[in-house]
């Protein structure tokens, strides 16, 4: 195994590549040794720089898969919590977050995601999200209360607890939705930015391609 870890080579690297290089490492075959896809026919794909230092390190990994796929999920731990949750505590409410911070959150949020979860899976949380939406727009902007929110928590509960790779996702939403303010016109701005999270995600999803089947299928 080489000296320096997985987390080692990332470190410096866009939160966005950090991601996109764990969708493009998970289709490194451990067992046969091979790429599934080349890496940098994919690299090309999801617009990411291609790195030899990554490759060489999937393709002369010692350790057993166990280890691999625990440097793995090590990796995407950190991505959500350190790269968005750590950085999402510092802000008050959604609204003042800026949106090339949210756009970039939606990407790396959007190529994790799009190892295991299904695309009917997280177009029924979108599906979830857009009645919320609806049900807000049906009153004035300063009518507005967290109640719609509040309550897609409990949604992503549940989905979490029937797949467990729905779990990026409510790790991320959960805080999202805790800085949703309360009511008024304010806490309507701060819904909207909510919805077009989630909108963001769902198009990233798709485009580093999440499919109708979960990995394995």
Known sequence: MPENNLMAILKGKPLVDQAVWYRVLKLYDLNKR?????????????????????????????????????????????????????KLQGFNCLAVIPAEDMVAWARALGALLAVELKTAQIRRFLGAILEAEVEVKKEKPEDFTKDQAAYLKVYLAYATGRNAAVLPLLTVIEPMIDLVRPRGREGWEDFNELVRFVRAVVAYHKFYGGTEYSKGR
């Open 34 to 86: 091979r790429w599934t896809r080349s890496a940098a026919e994919k690299c090309g794909e999801y617009l990411v720089n291609y790195d030899n230092n990554l490759v060489n390190y999937a393709e002369n990994y010692r350790g057993q898969k166990r280890d691999w796929d625990k440097e793995l999920d090590n990796l995407k731990d950190a991505i959500i919590k350190q790269g968005i949750v750590v």
